[in-house]
């Protein structure tokens, strides 16, 4: 039985979880009654529903900037093999550095892939050197930069009902 941070039992999703978060992909900003109108639900089934998807992580609302035209000179990602034996600690560290805003396990050749957003290459060689380098149990990093976006879509549905 798997359980949230607060110990209650987590409920499988249903279609109208599943239709809440495909309107939500495609526009994040419909308010809770606009979306209990097109579902035919009341406004406080859409509320309660939104609060367990995002307490449960399900998922999160958020406004998703394109980094480039925010600023950030340098976008890229690093990919990581690693002493698998410590991998819980290398990815406690590597959430530490705020430059870091995705990190996941993977399989094949790479351990870990992380994406980062930083403003200058000085801040990218400090972020490397001084800081991934000195983690215990990096094997060997291998770092691309991103230099333009092809494409970002959010609308990809649900695997689930």
């Not at 599943?18 to 992909?25: A, G, V």
């Not at 000179?73 to 530490?96: P, Q, T, Y």
Request: charged share 30%; hydrophobic share 40%; aromatic share 6%.
């Amino acid at each position: 039985m798997k359980r949230s941070r607060s110990n209650t039992r987590i409920k499988k999703i249903d279609k109208t979880d599943c239709d809440i978060i495909k309107m939500l992909q495609k526009d994040g900003r419909l308010s809770n009654t606009t979306i209990a109108k097109k579902l035919g639900v009341s406004e406080a089934t859409v509320r309660a529903r939104l609060n367990r998807l995002i307490n449960e992580e399900y998922i999160q609302i958020v406004a998703v900037g394109n980094p480039i035209k925010l600023g950030f000179d340098i976008v890229g990602m690093i990919r990581f093999e690693i002493d698998l034996s410590k991998v819980d600690s290398i990815i406690r560290e590597l959430k530490k550095l705020k430059p870091i805003w995705f990190i996941v396990q993977t399989t094949g050749n790479i351990d870990i892939h992380a994406e980062f957003n930083i403003r200058s290459l000085y801040e990218l060689k400090e972020l490397i050197t001084k800081k991934i380098n000195k983690i215990d149990g990096i094997i060997r990093t291998d770092t691309a930069l991103i230099l333009d976006y092809a494409k970002r879509d959010y609308a990809w549905g649900t695997a689930l009902a």
